[in-house]
């Protein structure tokens, strides 16, 4: 079996040498235990940064035949570095992990004896948070509830690590959404599929490339990339809010009929138009991001352009046969 290793890069200068390292360790390991192919290797996606991380993996390319690499034209954002990374590895089966290597690698093994059973998709899922700090860990366990609530289809604390078969990669290059969100996207693909528990460990070098704003809006495309439930809500607001304007008119005119402690027309003017024009202003603004999304999806952008790519020698050979082989067959 033909494995390809998924890494998106991102300022990783700190990290990067270990994590190669590790990867090309444990590869070996697994080609000498014959589970794997001597053709795996590992994809190191740069996407567009800004210190010596390209650098280190080009030569890590001409230092290791198991290592290769594509740069990205400019930063796309983790999402669209995976999906780079993804639809360019040549393996039968394919294996996302982050650079930080904070996900367990032991569980790799595990993915592959699963795959090998027949499951298409293997999730990486942790057993705990016990590494995370308590609003970390509050928000993440309350946001993959929240999405459960509202429809959306995810595995519970997973986040982009697990194995791929090669028809759903295949399957995944049909989804041409510009708004992505793969822990939503998966799930949706229908094929057989399995979970394997492992405990995450402290990032040992390098800072988080997932700060609280980008986690938020990543947590805001999840929501709208793949639930209507918002728009919902919008409509029984407005059903709320309509009885409650009902209750203040009748409210005011009791008053003003049966009573003369309230100041004529106050009641009646200020306090529907103040409550009826937060709640119309925050509808807006709802109705407006689908709308953004909708205009974005129209485009047809690509998701990204590979500017450079960093081979090792075994993996050109391997395409130049490949190549020759096609044209004698022609």
Same mark, same amino acid.
């Given at each position: 079996?033909?494995?390809?290793?998924?890494?998106?890069?991102?300022?990783?200068?700190?990290?990067?040498?270990?994590?190669?390292?590790?990867?090309?360790?444990?590869?070996?390991?697994?080609?000498?235990?014959?589970?794997?192919?001597?053709?795996?290797?590992?994809?190191?996606?740069?996407?567009?940064?800004?210190?010596?991380?390209?650098?280190?993996?080009?030569?890590?390319?001409?230092?290791?035949?198991?290592?290769?690499? !594509?740069?990205?034209? &400019?930063?796309?954002?983790?999402? %669209?570095?995976? $999906?780079? =990374?993804? /639809?360019?590895?040549? *393996?039968?089966?394919?294996?996302?992990?982050?650079?930080?290597?904070?996900?367990?690698?032991?569980?790799?093994?595990?993915?592959?004896?699963?795959?090998?059973?027949?499951?298409?998709?293997?999730?990486?899922?942790?057993?705990?948070?016990?590494?995370?700090?308590?609003?970390?860990?509050?928000?993440?366990?309350?946001?993959?509830?929240?999405?459960?609530?509202?429809?959306?289809?995810?595995?519970?604390?997973?986040?982009?690590?697990?194995?791929?078969?090669?028809?759903? !990669?295949?399957?995944? &290059?049909?989804?041409?959404?510009? %708004?992505?969100? $793969?822990? =939503?996207? /998966?799930?949706?693909? *229908?094929?057989?599929?399995?979970?394997?528990?492992?405990?995450?460990?402290?990032?040992?070098?390098?800072?988080?490339?997932?700060?609280?704003?980008?986690?938020?809006?990543?947590?805001?495309?999840?929501?709208?990339?793949?639930?209507?439930?918002?728009?919902?809500?919008?409509?029984?607001?407005?059903?709320?809010?309509?009885?409650?304007?009902?209750?203040?008119?009748?409210?005011?005119?009791?008053?003003?009929?049966?009573?003369?402690?309230?100041?004529?027309?106050?009641?009646?003017?200020?306090?529907?138009?103040?409550?009826?024009?937060?709640?119309? $202003?925050?509808?807006?603004?709802?109705?407006?991001?689908?709308?953004?999304?909708?205009?974005?999806?129209?485009?047809?952008?690509?998701?990204?352009?590979?500017?450079?790519?960093?081979?090792?020698?075994?993996?050109?050979?391997?395409?130049?046969?490949?190549?020759?082989?096609?044209?004698?067959?022609?």
């Amino acid at each position: 079996m033909i494995l390809s290793l998924v890494v998106p890069c991102y300022n990783e200068e700190a990290v990067l040498p270990v994590t190669i390292r590790r990867l090309i360790a444990l590869l070996e390991n697994l080609i000498k235990s014959g589970l794997l192919s001597e053709n795996s290797h590992v994809l190191l996606v740069d996407d567009g940064s800004r210190d010596s991380t390209w650098k280190i993996i080009q030569a890590a390319s001409v230092e290791s035949s198991l290592i290769n690499g !594509i740069k990205l034209s &400019r930063n796309r954002g983790h999402q %669209n570095a995976l $999906l780079a =990374g993804l /639809l360019d590895a040549k *393996g039968e089966a394919v294996i996302s992990v982050d650079a930080d290597l904070q996900d367990d690698l032991g569980a790799i093994e595990k993915m592959i004896l699963l795959y090998k059973k027949g499951d298409d998709i293997v999730y990486g899922v942790r057993k705990n948070r016990e590494t995370d700090t308590f609003f970390k860990r509050l928000t993440a366990e309350g946001y993959y509830k929240l999405l459960g609530r509202f429809g959306v289809e995810v595995v519970f604390n997973h986040a982009d690590y697990r194995l791929m078969s090669r028809r759903t !990669i295949e399957a995944l &290059r049909g989804f041409s959404e510009v %708004n992505l969100f $793969l822990r =939503g996207i /998966l799930p949706q693909l *229908g094929f057989r599929t399995s979970v394997v528990y492992y405990d995450r460990a402290e990032r040992f070098a390098g800072e988080s490339k997932y700060p609280l704003g980008k986690m938020m809006a990543l947590a805001w495309q999840g929501v709208t990339s793949f639930s209507t439930f918002p728009l919902r809500v919008i409509t029984i607001l407005g059903l709320l809010i309509s009885l409650g304007s009902l209750g203040i008119t009748l409210w005011a005119i009791y008053i003003r009929l049966f009573s003369e402690l309230a100041v004529p027309g106050w009641t009646s003017t200020v306090v529907p138009i103040y409550l009826l024009g937060g709640i119309q $202003l925050l509808c807006i603004g709802i109705i407006g991001e689908y709308l953004a999304k909708i205009y974005l999806e129209t485009k047809r952008r690509p998701h990204f352009f590979i500017e450079e790519r960093a081979q090792s020698s075994a993996t050109a050979r391997s395409i130049l046969t490949e190549n020759s082989r096609k044209v004698g067959g022609e």
